[in-house]
């Protein structure tokens, strides 16, 4: 440890480490983390699909985790120090060559190698827990698992319209105004109207008529050959259907130019995200994967611009992922290590009186005064 912090940071890490089990505080939190990462699963019962299991398993202890943590954390930075005072340990430190800033480093070094240590215990037991039950789901939700929920997933979506659809409304608002002039009061409204008719243009599909997509995979189409994607839909409708779902044909690809993929007749809901693989190297050379929609109800379907569709793709495994969380409540430890150890550090005046009271005491001992 002094090869890492140095002779006096080393000191001031062990006598940290040495209260943490001194108060049994180490093992104590390790034991109720084990307990939370184990016993929470087996308490609250998963509805068996791959996000229910995901929920339990990695939302509820983690957060058992950060809260515990967390509250250890605040015991140490405030506590430690304290009791350092009372028994008069700080004193014997504060009296040698050591910085006040020393003593604070050294002190949030030592809380957070603590933190590493509960940390990796905790998260370690997660990991394996999560690898163990995954494999008593059912083998779609298995799927679902790997595909849609332990993945870190990039998407693409079609180049915005924003910018056609402020040009369209222009040219509309110039031809009404040039055939029936408005007052310049009304204008804005007017314009806001046209705008909202023209966006609908652009998001509706009539009955017996096609909606098409054009989605730049951009520079992750290398990355992307071989590997099927996902297209995450959403519609709305103004009007309701007896079964509460419409049908919907997609076509992927563009005939003589990229593979083509057609679809079954599929049944969907509206107002709600919908999710369907697709085949790999269905995009042309550029990177752009063509998508169209054909819609054969009696009701007009709504596909808003903003997350009407997307395509979905992997882009990173769950490894690197929850080391990556693991690593977001570690930071949210410092900052509350340090917030802690600030406010007992920045006491005023006891621990200045109890250095001039020490050093009093070591002159008469050592002169005799």
């Known amino acids: 440890m002094k090869w890492i912090f140095g002779q006096r940071l080393a000191a001031i890490v062990g006598l940290t480490w040495k209260a943490a089990f001194r108060f049994r505080l180490f093992i104590v939190v390790a034991v109720l983390l084990l307990a939370a990462v184990v016993g929470l699963p087996l308490l609250i019962k998963d509805d068996g699909t791959a996000q229910g299991f995901t929920q339990i398993l990695l939302t509820y202890t983690l957060s058992t985790i950060t809260a515990l943590l967390g509250l250890s954390t605040l015991w140490l930075a405030c506590g430690t120090l304290a009791r350092d005072i009372e028994e008069c340990q700080m004193q014997m430190v504060a009296v040698k060559p050591v910085a006040r800033w020393q003593i604070w480093l050294g002190k949030w070094l030592g809380i957070m190698s ?193 997350d009407g569709l997307e395509a979905l793709y992997s882009k990173g495994s769950f490894g690197p992922n929850f080391i990556r969380a693991l690593g977001i409540i570690f930071c949210w430890m410092g900052v509350l290590a340090a917030s802690g150890g600030v406010r007992r550090a920045g006491a005023p005046g006891h621990g200045a009186f109890q250095r001039h009271h020490f050093q009093r005491r070591l002159r008469r001992d050592d002169y005799g005064i």
């Open 114 to 306: 603590l933190n590493a240590a509960l940390l990796a215990l905790s998260g370690l037991s997660v990991y394996v827990l999560l690898q163990w039950r995954s494999g008593r789901l059912p083998a779609e939700q298995q799927k679902v698992l790997r595909n849609e929920v332990l993945v870190a997933r990039g998407s693409a979506r079609e180049e915005s319209k924003e910018k056609k659809i402020d040009a369209d409304t222009d040219a509309v608002l110039r031809e009404r105004l040039s055939k029936a002039p408005v007052a310049s009061v009304d204008l804005p409204e007017v314009r806001k109207q046209i705008r909202e008719q023209v966006k609908a243009e652009y998001q509706v599909v009539q009955p017996g008529y096609m909606r098409q997509w054009e989605i730049d995979l951009g520079r992750d189409k290398n990355a992307l050959r071989d590997r099927p994607l996902q297209l995450r839909i959403k519609f709305n409708s103004a009007d309701k259907s007896p079964s509460g779902t419409f049908d919907g044909v997609w076509l992927i690809g563009v005939p003589q130019k990229t593979r083509v993929s057609r679809s079954e007749v599929m049944s969907l809901a509206p107002d709600t995200f919908h999710e369907f693989e697709i085949p790999a190297n269905m995009f042309d050379q550029n990177g752009v994967l063509t998508v169209t929609f054909f819609n054969p109800n009696n009701t007009a379907l709504l596909f808003p611009l903003e």
